[in-house]
């Protein structure tokens, strides 16, 4: 016969073990690391696996002995007000969470983190920290998240975030911060890899807009500066126009709480609606817009808002698209994704659009670029002006040395034909009060009438009885010159022809 076997045991095993809940639980008391091996659970904190939760338990000291495998302690809302360096004597390598929000603590050793390198997300918000002293955090150098928003925080040592290398998100909003922290930034710097900075609801007044926008556009949609008392400005109003128009959630997601003071006014207005509106009139932000000249090199960036891109490529005005080197390598596409164009053409100006594969959603931009003539523009203009200003001082003198020097005489235009002399027996009246100059022929002489005769006055009104007896004609170039008065000054010069 065939044995029936009781409900309690397995069918696959030779001997059946009574599964009562007595013995269930001592069997996984036995493999659990609480257990004997491993240590207790602290007194009124809850341990499942290596979590260790104390939150609510109205500790004023963190409880000690932390069993040494704990990966998350949860020490929050409760009244530790203050974490010395002796708060974990015994190092927890396995530590990577620690949570310590709601517990007014108002002080925090700059050694208390030294028995847990290993953390990447600690959270100290909701207290009553004032100050980040020099090199607090400098031994958690794989830490990744840091929550310090709604503290009292007022002052920010500038060596506080050293050496951690790999922070990604930084939270320091609703605090007393009234200065703004670049140097956090600034790429190449302290924090590398930072990709989230929360400064919203300190005592901001003034921002480096400039700054701000040579940051990668991944960086500023992260960038959160909403409840600021700002002062309006344009380059400010400019910055948060453009993330906008690149849907920037920390723009596009706040709009209504980025807020400014307008000069001599004590109402916020909205920095978004400064847009030509008195007293500043700020103009729109254009989209990204870049000048160059014929034959120089230019770079067009691909600043796109997602930080893992998985690739991209650009397409020129004409509508080819550059995936590597173009033509002649005058178009190359470098590694970070840049378009470098060199020596620019008339035919490169345009709108080139660079396409973008991100993690989550595809983005496209677009740079527009104007290719001027040097002679009209950009920085050949200091030497047009130079050249220019050269020839005109030139031309000047010039002009004055002929004024000066080399003034026809008032009886230039006459040298070409030569006056007879006047008769002998003309009478002193008629040489000297006649109006109607006798012309020797033709009509029009142009200065006929100040051509006296040589029985006219003389120099300074004197009068001459007798002509000058006319010479005998002579051959060649100054065959038609006059006759020089002996007494004149002029005659001195009469015999040197003008050279111009």
Request: aromatic share 6%.
């Amino acid at each position: 016969s065939i044995p029936v076997m009781p409900p309690s045991c397995h069918p696959c095993v030779a001997m059946c073990v009574p599964m009562e809940p007595l013995s269930l639980l001592l069997a996984l008391s036995l493999l659990s690391p609480w257990g004997s091996a491993g240590g207790s659970c602290p007194p009124r904190c809850v341990c499942a696996s290596n979590l260790l939760s104390c939150s609510q338990a109205n500790l004023s000291a963190v409880p000690a002995p932390l069993p040494r495998f704990t990966s998350v302690l949860d020490l929050s809302h409760n009244n530790v007000t203050r974490l010395r360096a002796d708060w974990a004597p015994a190092r927890l390598p396995h530590l990577h969470a620690l949570l310590l929000s709601h517990n007014g603590l108002a002080f925090v050793s700059t050694e208390a983190f030294t028995h847990v390198p290993r953390l990447r997300h600690l959270d100290l918000s909701s207290n009553r920290l004032r100050t980040l002293d020099e090199n607090l955090f400098s031994d958690l150098g794989e830490l990744e998240v840091l929550l310090l928003y709604n503290n009292e925080i007022s002052t920010v040592d500038r060596t506080a975030f050293e050496n951690l290398g790999r922070l990604r998100k930084l939270y320091l909003g609703q605090n007393r911060i009234a200065r703004f922290p670049l140097e956090l930034l600034r790429e190449g710097t302290r924090l590398p890899q930072l990709a989230l900075l929360d400064l919203s609801a300190n005592r901001l007044r003034a921002v480096p807009a400039g700054e701000l926008q040579a940051l990668p556009a991944w960086l500023r949609d992260r960038l959160y500066l909403h409840n600021n008392p700002l002062a309006c400005d344009c380059l400010l109003f400019q910055l948060l126009d453009r993330g906008r128009r690149r849907h920037l959630s920390a723009v596009e997601d706040f709009q209504d709480e980025l807020r400014c003071f307008l000069p001599g006014a004590t109402a916020l207005v909205k920095i978004l609606d400064l847009a030509g509106k008195q007293p500043l009139n700020c103009s729109k932000a254009q989209e990204a817009v870049l000048e160059a000249h014929l034959g120089d090199s230019v770079t067009l960036g691909c600043d796109s808002r997602w930080q893992g891109v998985r690739s991209r490529h650009w397409v020129t005005p004409g509508g080819e698209r550059v995936l590597g080197d173009g033509g002649n390598g005058s178009v190359v596409l470098l590694a970070n994704g840049s378009l470098q164009l060199r020596a620019l053409r008339p035919e490169d100006a345009g709108t080139y659009s660079c396409w973008v594969a991100g993690p989550l959603l595809n983005e496209t931009l677009y740079v527009e670029l104007l290719v001027h003539n040097f002679t009209l523009h950009g920085p050949h203009d200091t030497l047009n002006t130079a050249y220019t200003t050269l020839v005109g001082c030139i031309l000047s003198v010039v002009l004055v040395l002929i004024y000066l020097y080399l003034t026809p005489c008032r009886c230039c235009c006459c040298r070409g034909t030569e006056k007879p002399p006047a008769p002998r027996d003309d009478s002193i009246n008629s040489s000297v009060l006649s109006t109607t100059p006798n012309h020797a022929g033709g009509t029009g002489e142009p200065c006929g009438s100040h051509i006296a005769s040589s029985a006219g006055t003389g120099q300074n009104g004197r009068f001459k009885g007798g002509g000058t007896p006319s010479l005998p004609a002579r051959q060649g170039p100054k065959a038609q010159r006059k006759v020089s008065d002996p007494d004149s000054v002029s005659s001195v010069f009469s015999d040197t022809p003008i050279v111009v």
